[in-house]
């Protein structure tokens, strides 16, 4: 398969679907002709601005899901830092902190499989006050919550839910137990139904093939999702993926440049795994990243807003935040 000519095809309009019958080739094709041809589809769908997101984690620890990867789940023996909802100064500074750093978004991210119904009640009146205060997009991730509550999500300014997939449908068994894939599938289209954007990605590195990652590409590309961030697994002492591989930096590379392929005009970003790679996974953003999830607030990253800033500089990308 000639990746070049693809990307072109792509980029006049063609799109990859479950009925090509090549999607094996991207597995083995010759990796700088697949980075080549999925920058050239990133400048031309999606252009040179690179959405920066910021997150918080508002309640950590103590979630009842069992989801493999994770350390906060109660499921697990982890070193993770459990506590209650912050308060809202504490959200709404650092909300102001971020912005004042030139971030695109800020989200409020909360462990769980839904907030309780007086968490969300504050969570509702922290956003509101951000709306009014913040000219930074606002976005968040609860679990799973009712089309009411999305409904008053968007009302309070918040423009995105964030709800991972984590996988392929065929995989996710092996990864989690205590809800189902379609449960994720109908929490995304309850969120879109309510005139929200989403983010919906996953993580690689899980011991998934790279058909599951195709598979997962497909899906998010047939849910039209707006925002992919690709996580590499770094494994957690103490959860049930503790020894599974490191991913290679050219895997990661790989997976990114496939999901260009296969979802053109979404922000493929950059999320957890980044000291995997190189120069904190700035050989991505050739390869057809266009997004990244920044800042100190990953436990697996340590990469900063102002590095972030000036590696993307340095290629000459677009940072100047969207409300500006």
Request: glycine share 8%; with cysteine; charged share 25%.
């Amino acid at each position: 398969m000639d990746m070049i000519k693809l990307a072109n095809e792509i980029i006049s309009g063609r799109r990859i679907t479950k009925e090509d019958n090549f999607l094996s080739e991207f597995i083995t094709v010759d990796l700088d002709e697949l980075k080549k041809g999925a920058d050239m589809i990133r400048k031309a769908l999606v252009g040179d601005k690179v959405d920066l997101c910021t997150i918080i984690n508002g309640r950590s620890g103590k979630c009842g899901e069992n989801c493999k990867f994770c350390a906060q789940s109660a499921h697990y023996h982890t070193t993770c830092e459990v506590y209650d909802l912050l308060d809202e100064d504490t959200i709404v500074n650092q909300a102001k902190a971020n912005e004042a750093e030139g971030v695109d978004r800020f989200a409020i991210v909360c462990s769980g499989h839904h907030p309780s119904d007086s968490d969300f009640e504050k969570i509702i009146h922290a956003f509101e006050r951000m709306n009014r205060e913040c000219r930074l997009e606002l976005c968040t991730s609860l679990g799973f919550l009712s089309s009411e509550q999305f409904r008053r999500l968007k009302l309070a300014g918040v423009t995105s839910i964030h709800n991972n997939i984590e996988t392929s449908r065929r995989f996710f068994p092996n990864i989690c137990t205590t809800h189902t894939f379609d449960d994720k599938i109908e929490n995304i289209k309850r969120a879109l139904a309510e005139g929200l954007y989403v983010c919906s990605g996953g993580i690689i590195g899980m011991g998934e093939t790279w058909e599951d990652r195709i598979d997962m590409a497909l899906t998010l590309s047939e849910l039209n999702i707006s925002s992919i961030p690709i996580n590499s697994l770094m494994p957690i002492p103490g959860t049930p993926l503790s020894e599974n591989e490191r991913l290679t930096e050219n895997d990661i590379i790989r997976t990114i440049a496939i999901f260009r392929y296969i979802n053109p005009t979404a922000g493929i970003r950059l999320a957890g795994g980044r000291s995997l790679m190189s120069h904190d996974g700035k050989e991505t953003f050739v390869s057809g990243a266009s997004a990244s999830i920044t800042g100190n607030m990953l436990t697996t990253c340590g990469s900063t807003i102002k590095s972030d800033q000036a590696m993307l500089k340095e290629l000459g990308r677009d940072i100047k935040p969207v409300w500006m």
